[in-house]
């Protein structure tokens, strides 16, 4: 509830957290009204990056939506026949909203970071929108999420524009690529993620096969 001065206060609280115990509170606190706050201001994310996915990745596979949130990517991602989807994220209370969606198999608390309790080679793809921003999920997340999904599979997922450039997620990126994990095949242009903001960050969505 509110105007939308206090939808963006509450969004930006979340950038400001300090480490993981403040996120998941932020998070398990605001997961009844962030759907409504994040549609308000206008949340992209989600529906480019569907767009994304469905260019790219056949569906009929297992995949993983790591930082799953209330599930607002599986809403988009069911209705284009990605029925096979397993969900992660530190937030019990995001994720309750999720589980009452019915669009994923499985929903487990698990921190992007920390090593992850999947076998390799788990998924045939792995997707992640909102989370590779400020104050949330490192640039070392991919080195799991990379050695989850199988050879060939794919990853989509956003980055938050500045965050990207000095946040160490180029780099980061780069040396996987180096180190032939995973090769780059698009990365979009640079998106309005809040255009109801009165100021929005800036987003890309990248779409990598893994080696
Ligand atoms: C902006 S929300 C995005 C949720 C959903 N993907 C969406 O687009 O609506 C960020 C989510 O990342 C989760 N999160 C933040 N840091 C995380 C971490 N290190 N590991 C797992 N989840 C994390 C939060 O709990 C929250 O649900």
Same mark, same amino acid.
């Given at each position: 509830?509110? &105007?939308?001065?206090?939808?963006?206060?509450?969004?930006?609280?979340?950038?400001?957290?300090?480490?993981?115990?403040?996120?998941?509170?932020?998070?398990?606190?605001?997961?009844?009204?962030?759907?409504?706050?994040? !549609?308000?201001?206008?949340?992209?994310?989600?529906?480019?990056?569907?767009? !994304?996915?469905?260019? #790219?990745?056949?569906?009929?596979?297992?995949?993983?939506?790591? =930082?799953?949130?209330?599930?607002?990517?599986?809403?988009?991602?069911?209705?284009?026949?990605?029925?096979?989807?397993?969900?992660?994220?530190?937030?019990?209370?995001?994720?309750?909203?999720?589980?009452?969606?019915? =669009?994923?198999?499985?929903?487990?608390?698990?921190?992007?970071?920390?090593?992850?309790?999947?076998?390799?080679? =788990?998924?045939?793809?792995?997707?992640?929108?909102?989370?590779?921003?400020?104050? #949330?999920?490192?640039?070392?997340?991919?080195?799991?999420?990379?050695?989850?999904?199988?050879?060939? *599979?794919?990853?989509?997922?956003?980055?938050?524009? &500045?965050?990207?450039?000095? *946040?160490? !997620?180029?780099?980061?990126?780069?040396?996987?690529? &180096?180190?032939?994990?995973?090769?780059?095949?698009?990365?979009?242009?640079? !998106?309005?993620?809040?255009? =109801?903001?009165?100021?929005? #960050?800036?987003?890309?969505?990248?779409?990598?096969?893994?080696?």
């Amino acid at each position: 509830m509110g &105007d939308s001065t206090e939808r963006e206060q509450r969004l930006n609280r979340v950038y400001a957290a300090q480490g993981t115990d403040d996120i998941e509170q932020i998070y398990d606190e605001w997961a009844d009204d962030y759907e409504e706050d994040v !549609f308000t201001l206008g949340y992209t994310v989600p529906g480019v990056a569907a767009g !994304f996915i469905g260019r #790219h990745v056949p569906p009929g596979g297992k995949a993983l939506d790591a =930082a799953v949130g209330t599930g607002a990517l599986g809403d988009i991602l069911r209705v284009l026949d990605y029925s096979d989807l397993t969900g992660i994220d530190l937030s019990e209370g995001m994720m309750r909203r999720a589980r009452a969606k019915g =669009a994923y198999s499985d929903l487990r608390r698990m921190m992007l970071g920390e090593p992850l309790d999947f076998p390799d080679d =788990a998924f045939d793809a792995c997707f992640s929108v909102g989370v590779f921003t400020e104050g #949330h999920a490192p640039p070392e997340s991919f080195d799991e999420l990379v050695r989850v999904v199988r050879p060939g *599979g794919w990853m989509v997922f956003s980055v938050r524009a &500045d965050v990207y450039e000095n *946040g160490g !997620f180029r780099e980061k990126q780069q040396a996987l690529e &180096d180190e032939g994990k995973w090769w780059l095949v698009r990365m979009s242009d640079a !998106f309005t993620m809040f255009p =109801a903001m009165e100021t929005s #960050h800036d987003g890309r969505i990248f779409v990598y096969q893994i080696s």
